[in-house]
């Protein structure tokens, strides 16, 4: 990655497409036919969070294949407070190939500068948000749902 950043991203892109083909999202932009970053800029309008609430709420709601292939089970929540309340899909394929791998990568990384570290020897604390059951979703802070599917 940090030799091609830019294949790294398409790669990324591409992954993120493929999961979304059969999508009810990916259906409508005929993501599919997506080859270029171009294609992709052409086919799929700039939108913000307002502009997918109907996607989410589905989601929300427990349908299938609304945007990614599959049923999203889990939602990070940005805050208590109503007017700014957003609810994040974190699907399995970003919570492991992006959140997890992240940490993991980071200790890889301060492994191989600090090889003779004692940070992994012995037990550690670790302390979280909260997360509870919204009808078929878990939706919480990001640091409750990491704990919840690494325990």
């Not at 800029?41 to 292939?69: I, N």
């Amino acid at each position: 990655m940090a030799s091609n950043p830019l294949e790294a991203q398409y790669d990324a892109l591409t992954e993120v497409l493929r999961l979304g083909e059969m999508s009810d999202f990916g259906r409508r932009y005929e993501v599919e036919r997506i080859e270029t970053i171009e294609d992709f800029q052409a086919q799929v309008p700039l939108s913000d969070y307002s502009s997918m609430g109907g996607y989410l709420r589905q989601m929300l709601d427990g349908e299938a294949d609304v945007t990614t292939e599959g049923r999203v089970r889990l939602f990070a929540r940005s805050t208590d407070a109503e007017p700014l309340r957003k609810y994040i899909p974190i699907t399995h394929h970003s919570l492991w190939g992006n959140h997890l791998r992240g940490a993991r990568d980071m200790v890889a990384l301060y492994m191989d500068a600090y090889p003779s570290s004692r940070i992994l020897d012995g037990r550690c604390l670790t302390g979280s948000g909260w997360c509870s059951r919204v009808g078929r979703a878990l939706v919480g802070d990001l640091s409750a749902l990491l704990i919840h599917q690494t325990r």
